[in-house]
């Protein structure tokens, strides 16, 4: 089919551990039916292993124990989630799911899912400890949908590449979650996988494509929240890859406290956990504006 204008918005897929295909127990957790078919077995007294300790592993084992169902969470990482949000964040979370009853392990592998009679029964670890389960949702991330690309002439990697206008050849545009662009705002390549940024991407690419003498670059404050337990995590800004994480107002131990994220010299992020949704603004309009780092600080510390 020939075109004047292509968008690429073929979205992610979730990983999937291997060997456990047609195993009935074992979950992903990426549309409405993955979420329903979760829900149905989800009851109290049941068993359920949740392998990776991202933001949804976390959320799922939030849920789970809201239920009454007995939930273990394995994590390889020391810390979960401390590539998204540091190791203050991460460790601080880390509590709040073992005070509400799970099971935390970190620093393990799985290295196989076991079943019976096409029931999944456990999850095997690499020093060979077996851990009985019900349910196992597998929850360690995705994978791009570019593999028709391969022969396009387009560059990929993990992500369709583009640039600060989401574009990656002259009339092809990526969107959303398979998109990997530069965001001039931080000066870096980034895949976001959060709603907000796929329907401001495909508005920002919808305009370019109608009036492509007046295009901008993409530039947006990446933005993602989270619930678990009654409290609400929010953040601003690219976390990743962060050189510095400071508390600059609350505290860990109250369970109410925003934090600021350095890259290089300037602000790179913020992250608020209990905190006014005021608080966290002021920070968010610091990093549109190119913020340094200790002039952001000084002025978040002093609010």
């Known amino acids: 089919m020939p075109f004047g204008g292509l968008v690429v918005a073929t979205g992610v897929r979730s990983r999937r551990l291997p060997g456990c295909e047609g195993l009935a127990g074992v979950h992903t957790l990426r549309g409405l039916l993955d979420a329903l078919a979760l829900r149905e077995r989800l009851l109290p007294g049941r068993r359920l292993v949740i392998v990776g300790a991202g ?36 460790r601080f979370l880390a509590q709040a799911h073992v005070d509400h009853g799970v099971r935390l392990r970190t620093g393990v592998t799985v290295s196989e899912i076991l079943g019976a009679r096409g029931e999944v029964r456990g999850v095997r670890l690499a020093d060979q400890s077996v851990i009985p389960a019900d349910d196992v949702l597998v929850a ?61 991407q495909g508005l920002a ?41 400071r508390v600059v107002d609350g505290e860990v131990a109250q369970g109410r406290f925003l934090i600021a994220y350095r890259r290089q010299d300037r602000l790179a992020g913020a992250l608020a956990i209990g905190m006014p949704p005021k608080a966290l603004r002021a920070l968010r309009a610091l990093i549109t504006s190119g913020a340094r780092w200790n002039e952001a600080v000084t002025g978040a510390v002093a609010a």
């Open 55 to 90: 933001f949804v592993g976390a959320e799922v084992a939030a849920v789970a124990r809201g239920i009454g169902v007995d939930v273990t969470m394995l994590e390889s990482g020391p810390v979960p989630m401390a590539m998204a949000v540091g190791e203050q964040a991460g």
């Open 140 to 200: 360690i991330g995705s994978l791009p949908n570019t593999e028709w690309l391969e022969s396009s002439g387009l560059a990929v990697l993990d992500g369709l590449l583009c640039d600060e206008f989401s574009s990656a050849a002259p009339g092809v545009y990526g969107v959303g979650d398979v998109a990997r662009w530069r965001n001039p705002l931080f000066g870096t390549a980034m895949r976001v996988e959060h709603r907000t940024n796929a329907t401001e």
């Open 205 to 245: 690419v919808a305009r370019d494509l109608l009036a492509p003498d007046l295009r901008r670059p993409f530039a947006p404050v990446p933005y993602f929240w989270s619930d678990q337990y009654g409290m609400k995590v929010q953040a601003y800004g690219h976390l990743r890859d962060h050189e510095e994480a």
